[in-house]
């Protein structure tokens, strides 16, 4: 059982939470650098201990100010800070991931001294060094014409600026953002919505950059008569010392602003006091960026910011008696940065306070095992697997002989939809919600339904067809769900909307339309094969090799079909269930449609006898395309209640898809006229329909 | 062909087998699927511009429409509605009846039935169900929705409160376009009310700046339909003529208006109403509490919760009604579908707004997949609650 010794930030032992919350903080041993919570494991809290105090005696900020070179410990124990924001709490390291990746197009960032940091190391240098942080080059601005726009030159194309390469240009960019975000989304141009998107992100950097501002001064006090009492001798303090004694400084304020006949001396006083009292606003204006302390109720939901903890201890109210203290240890932090031992101590201590405060409310159990998700990075693993495996089975191809390098490819790819597989279950267990709940998710779960039918069907099949499109859609997915993450900047594991906040729905309809937009595309891609080996004469002789391919395309198809039929249905009956009626011509319920008619259309025209070979292949081809069409085509339209589906991210990938399809599907017409007369009828004996006797009559009537 | 076989009938016998043939083939199915794909995909293109209630009523409510192609080419469709009862006598003939008997095509058989049975749902539906929506403040009670989008015009003596009310349906008025009126009498009324010059969304305006039929110095000037349907404001000339007398008075009635049209006729008060058609409940529902709950940190909704009591023959029960969690009631369904005023500060006074629908085949669709139904817990295709429905409330009156 794994418990959490809660220390104060003076170091001195405390009463640990109890036993029900601590119990509630797994232990991720094979973390890279897990956290000291554990009694059990308490030899080994004196070794890492040791090794951190080693490690921080070592790593001191660069003398020259160019690199901050964080401990690994003190950066693992920022990392599992939790966070709420976006309504839900996450580890501080998946927040700075996000924030970069939108600011910066990639979750990495070089520092002054050229080292690559991770983004946590980004958000801390931006937190405690943000003079340093300004003259990182974090801001990539793709397009010309927006640092045209604000007065900036242009390096190159996919250039980084720093903060403070941009800042002189802020004023005129914030004008321009300003006038631009008065439209409507539709009508603004991609040029406007870069120059917005600049200067939100300029925006939030600075959010981060002067979130500890309030940590970095100290207030005026000895000057100002009224709080000579409050603060005797001292000529200023720090805010926590005046937060320790807000409801004081209300009432005195208060007094001195009703007092009837003032003296001149009092009304001194009561300007100095509300000079204060504004000059504390202000800097906690800036402290909002992050709401990193638990609520000190169960019944609250919102966790706090120090601009909370702010307002709320000079208020005087009730429930915020932990304000001064908290407030307090990021004092601390702020003016320990350059001594890494003593930050790392004070650091560790609130920590271990905030994930005490968390765990007992039952939020800080997953924190561990997100950071681990993000630390493995198990797709970016997958995606290289993939390759790897395609490169293997290309290698076969040009050494037939060698079994072990099919091996190697089977044992790359198996691994790799292993560990895509492994990722989705993470995030299900993260988020606890089934596999699929945002167009993001519909990526990863496609690719690995189409990643594990391929290698079934290459079990089947053994010809090394099925084996090479595993290791594409593998590919292809996983490149397609890194881009569509970089480009949306956002979480992806978003709270749900209300109508979706239902696990019933979600693992039924969702997940089962998906399966079907997975087996659809994947016939697809299959019949490319097919086409393209007819029209390149790829083993023109071997006729099972197409007979095997247009089975299996057949297969997938009618599998399609039954999940893309099940789903829509079960989409109706949710539909009747949330909004009162079955069918309401919605896009994305039309799109669901469109599917399955143009299945139900392939599929009878080959039971007819309509369509041979070719038209089964084109049709599946062609089924590709209305797949992504109803997949990603329809959330760009912009209308409809599937709201919470809509992305402007993949115009441009989409077009380009429909451009090569249209491209692939004019090839094959052109073949299949070339072949007419000599078409396989591959399907003919397994597939053609019977019918019963009255029937018969008229077919032969009909023939 | 001779005339023999005529009379013996092998002509018809033929012709009837062909027909049969064709409605049965695969053929036919495949030129319907793609037809309905390609409505499918022009109506769903089409909401962009003109929103869903104007490409339901033009691509998939219809019997045959004109696709413009490059706004120059007229292509004449069949419509959505005319190609689901094809489809559905297809896949009857095709897809059930010819298809041999057997474990073999036992899967056939029940899909196709599936099939038929969803279409065969959609029909009753379309034709039978009932949708609105009912909007209460909190501590607020009513027992009447009104539909979104379907008008009538309510004819009562103006008393201040409860009073019988003639009712004239949309299908009597809406057809009413330019010139072209209609007159209604009203067998209890001392006068008649004839309608003319209906638009679907229309304006009062100075009658100086619109020209046409000017009443009181204002004309009812048309409008382009709004993208959605809810925010058209349809207008009507109405004239009343007293039985006794002949005296004629006129107005514009408006749905925009805030009060219905007064008018004195046989020594009584009488008012005249253009607004969205109504239904009554058979329960009185009243709205306790409105809850919206947002995620921490952001304005994205979590959870609607509207707390109402139900009072049915002076009998009160509370119940909760939350998404995906609707209220049904005696063959009514209510569901949380929206909430305002949308600029309230806390404190203000909510409303919640619900979805009311009756519709006899609700559970038709559940029947024809067969799946456990999370609510019922078993496949149950009968489960549709239809009993104890009342009728109604529509006085239709005789059209002269």
């Known amino acids: ?703 | 062909m001779t005339t023999r076989s005529l009379v013996n009938g092998d002509f018809v016998r033929q012709a009837l087998k062909k027909a049969f043939d064709w409605l049965a083939s695969y053929e036919l199915s495949c030129v319907l699927f793609l037809l309905l794909l390609l409505l499918t995909y022009l109506g769903t293109l089409y909401q962009v511009e003109h929103g869903l209630y104007q490409a339901q009523h033009v691509y998939f409510e219809s019997l045959v429409l004109v696709q413009w192609v490059f706004g120059a080419i007229p292509i004449p469709l069949p419509g959505t509605y005319l190609l689901l009862i094809v489809l559905a006598v297809n896949l009857t003939l095709g897809g059930i009846i010819r298809v041999r008997m057997g474990w073999s095509k036992f899967g056939t058989l029940v899909t196709h039935a599936g099939i038929l049975v969803l279409l065969v749902g959609a029909f009753v539906s379309y034709r039978y169900a009932v949708a609105g929506h009912l909007t209460l403040y909190e501590h607020e009670s009513s027992n009447e929705f009104q539909s979104s989008n379907e008008w009538e015009i309510a004819v009562g003596e103006a008393t201040g409160g409860p009073a019988r009310e003639y009712l004239i349906p949309a299908r009597a008025f809406t057809n009413l376009r330019g010139a072209l009126s209609r007159s209604f009498r009203f067998p209890d009324l001392p006068f008649d009310v004839t309608l003319h010059g209906f638009s679907p969304n229309a304006r009062p305006m100075p009658a100086t700046a619109a020209g046409g039929d000017a009443v009181d110095g204002f004309v009812l000037a048309p409008r382009e339909a709004e993208r959605e349907q809810e925010a058209n404001q349809a207008g009507v000339l109405a004239t009343i003529r007293e039985t006794q007398g002949g005296a004629e008075k006129k107005a514009i009635l408006w749905a925009g208006a805030y009060e219905p049209w007064v008018v004195q006729a046989g020594g009584k008060t009488w008012s005249v109403d253009l607004r969205l058609r109504r239904w009554t409940l058979p329960f009185t529902v009243t709205l306790d509490k409105f809850t919206r709950e947002l995620h921490p940190q952001t304005n994205m909704a979590r959870k609607f919760t509207s707390d109402v009591t139900k009072t049915e023959e002076g009998v009160a029960q509370k119940a909760r009604i939350t998404m995906n969690e609707p209220l049904r009631n005696l063959g009514y369904t209510l569901y949380q579908s929206s909430w305002g005023p949308s600029n309230a500060r806390p404190g203000d006074r909510l409303y919640s707004v619900f979805a009311v629908v009756r519709n006899p085949t609700e559970r038709f669709a559940i029947s024809a997949l067969c799946v456990p139904h999370h609510h019922t817990g078993a496949c149950n295709p009968f489960h549709a609650e239809v009993g104890g429905v009342p009728s109604i409330r529509e006085q239709e009156i005789a059209v002269k």
């Open chain 1, 1 to 703: 059982m794994t418990r959490i010794v809660a220390a104060s930030p003076t170091r001195k032992p405390c009463a640990r939470p109890s036993a029900t919350a601590a119990d509630q903080i797994p232990a991720w041993r094979w973390l890279p650098a897990p956290r000291n919570h554990s009694l059990t494991t308490i030899s080994w809290i004196g070794v890492l201990l040791l090794c951190s105090v080693a490690t921080a005696a070592e790593q001191t900020p660069a003398a020259d100010g160019s690199s901050a070179d964080w401990s690994p410990q003190t950066v693992h124990m920022f990392a599992m800070l939790a966070v709420q924001e976006g309504g839900r709490v996450k580890p501080l390291d998946t927040y700075a991931g996000f924030t970069l990746l939108k600011l910066n197009g990639r979750r990495s960032c070089t520092n002054l001294a050229g080292k690559r940091l991770t983004p946590i190391q980004w958000l801390m240098d931006s937190l405690f060094y943000p003079e340093m942080a300004r003259q990182y080059k974090t801001f990539l601005v793709d397009n010309a014409d927006v640092l045209a726009a604000i007065g900036v030159s242009f390096e190159e194309r996919r250039a980084r600026y720093s903060y403070d390469g941009l800042a002189p240009a802020r004023d005129r960019l914030m004008d321009l953002a300003h006038s631009y975000m008065g439209k409507e989304g539709k009508e603004r141009t991609l040029l406007e919505n870069q120059i917005a998107n600049l200067a939100q992100n300029m925006l939030e950097f600075e959010r981060l950059t002067h979130f500890l501002d309030f940590a970095r001064r100290t207030y005026p006090v000895g000057e100002n008569a009224a709080l000579a009492d409050l603060f005797p001798g001292q000529p200023e303090c720090r805010l926590s010392a005046l937060l320790a004694k807000g409801p004081d400084l209300s009432k005195k304020l208060a007094a001195l602003h009703n007092q009837e006949n003032a003296t001149p001396e009092q009304k001194t006083s009561a300007q100095a006091l509300s000079k204060l009292f504004r000059e504390i606003d202000k800097t906690s204006d800036d402290a909002s960026a992050l709401a990193v302390f638990p609520p000190a109720t169960k019944d609250e939901i919102e966790w706090r910011t120090p601009a909370d903890l702010i307002s709320c201890a000079l208020q005087g109210g009730p429930s915020c008696p932990d304000a001064a203290p908290l407030i307090a240890g990021l004092e601390d932090l702020v003016q320990a940065r350059d001594d890494r031992m003593h930050f790392a101590t004070l650091a560790e201590a609130l920590s271990e306070k905030l994930a005490g405060l968390a765990a007992a409310r039952g939020e800080y159990g997953k924190i561990g095992l997100e950071v681990a998700y993000y630390r493995l990075d198990l797709f970016y693993y997958s995606l290289t697997l993939s390759v790897l495996s395609f490169i293997l089975i290309a290698v076969s191809w040009m050494a037939p002989g060698r079994r072990i390098v099919s091996f190697a490819a089977i044992g790359s790819i198996s691994l790799a939809a292993a560990l895509l597989s492994a990722g989705i279950a993470m995030r299900c267990v993260i988020r606890g919600r089934p596999p699929v709940t945002t167009l993001y998710e519909t990526i990863l779960f496609v690719t690995a339904v189409a990643v594990v039918v391929s290698l079934f069907m290459e079990w089947v099949n053994r010809q090394r067809v099925a084996l090479a499109l595993a290791s594409v859609l593998g590919m292809a997915g996983l490149f397609l769900a890194n881009k569509y993450e970089a480009v949306e900047g956002l979480d992806t594991m978003p709270s749900m909307v209300a109508v979706l906040d239902t696990n019933f729905w979600l693992a039924t309809h969702v997940t089962t339309i998906t399966i079907g937009y997975a087996a659809g595309l994947l016939a697809g891609a299959l019949s490319h094969v097919y086409v393209f080996g007819q029209l390149l004469g790829w083993r023109r002789g071997d006729a099972a090799l197409y007979r095997g391919l247009t089975r299996m395309v057949y297969g997938v198809f009618c599998f399609a079909l039954f999940f893309s039929v099940v789903g829509t249905v079960l989409g109706g009956i949710w539909a009747n269930e949330s909004w009162g009626r079955f069918w309401g011509w919605d896009p994305k319920e039309n799109g669901a449609l469109m599917i399955v008619l143009w299945q139900l259309t392939v599929l009878h025209a080959r039971t007819g006898g309509l369509i041979r070979d070719y038209g089964v292949h084109l049709g599946a081809i062609f089924g590709g395309v209305v797949v992504a069409f109803s997949w990603f085509g329809v959330n760009l339209l912009g209308v409809g209640l599937h709201s919470y589906g809509f992305t402007s991210g993949v115009h441009a990938t989409l077009t380009a898809f429909y451009l090569v399809e249209a491209v692939v599907l004019f090839a094959g017409c052109a073949a299949w006229w070339r072949a007419r007369g000599n078409e396989p009828g591959t399907l003919e004996p397994a597939a053609a329909p019977k019918v019963n006797r009255r029937a018969k009559s008229s077919q032969r009537s009909r023939s």
